[in-house]
């Protein structure tokens, strides 16, 4: 599977949109882009996932390049309880499967 | 809306004792996964599991580790004989046939004394 590459932290204003962004260049054709979440040691949340489309549901939006070698996470409002670690992994997406988690971004939400 | 489920939330063993960590999937997936994470480092993916046999499994699943789904609802990880290095919080997911997404459990805290 791609490597990602993701800043190890950031900060966003409550209310804000949060921003994420993940090099991924070494991404093959028939890997997807996943982000989850953890939040303190919670299990890891699925966010979203995308292949080479824009992709949007009730949490979050997902921007991938024209080139697929990068992607932004979006929380259009971020809340105090978006506070976690964040994880960009590309992966084949075939079940069975497991996921590589990196260190990801740890967000903020500041008030 | 359907969740993971694991019991117990948090386990104390003995060095050497057996344990059994538990884990209910969402009921119509068919894909099964345990994950650990050791305090402070990176979700380490263990075993994964399909048609009543392991599918995949990393290098820290050695002899001490075995997976079983003894029912039609459960799937469990038994550590043979503990050692303090498994101290850690162990994740079971699940995944529906054809989609790459797993969902996570909120985890069992095992601590080995």
């Known amino acids: 599977d791609a490597k990602t590459t993701q800043p190890p932290s950031m900060d966003c204003a409550e209310g804000r949109a949060a921003n994420l962004p993940c090099n991924h260049s070494t991404i093959s054709g028939n890997e997807y882009v996943y982000w989850y979440r953890q939040i303190h040691s919670q299990g890891p949340q699925y966010i979203i996932h995308?292949?080479?489309n824009n992709e949007t549901n009730e949490m979050a939006s997902l921007i991938i390049t024209e080139d697929r070698k990068s992607s932004t996470l979006i929380l259009p409002h971020a809340t105090l309880r978006d506070t976690a670690v964040y994880y960009c992994?590309?992966?084949?997406?075939?079940?069975?499967?497991?996921?590589?988690f990196g260190p990801g971004t740890r967000l903020s939400v500041l008030p | 809306e359907p969740e993971v489920t694991q019991t117990p939330s948090h386990q104390v063993t003995q060095m050497g004792q057996e344990v059994i960590l538990r884990c209910v999937p969402i009921s119509n997936h068919l894909y099964f996964y345990w994950y650990r994470q050791i305090l402070g480092q990176k979700v380490e993916f263990l075993v994964s599991f399909y048609n009543n046999e392991i599918s995949e499994k990393s290098e820290i699943f050695d002899d001490q580790f075995s997976v079983e789904r003894p029912d039609g609802s459960n799937f469990t990880l038994k550590i043979r004989s503990t050692k303090l290095e498994d101290s850690a919080m162990y994740f079971c997911?699940?995944?529906?046939?054809?989609?790459?997404?797993?969902?996570f459990g909120p985890g069992t805290r095992l601590t080995v004394t």
């Open positions: 992994i590309v992966r084949v997406g075939l079940h069975g499967q497991n996921f590589v």
């Open positions: 995308g292949l080479k």
């Open positions: 997911a699940s995944s529906e046939a054809g989609l790459g997404e797993q969902y």
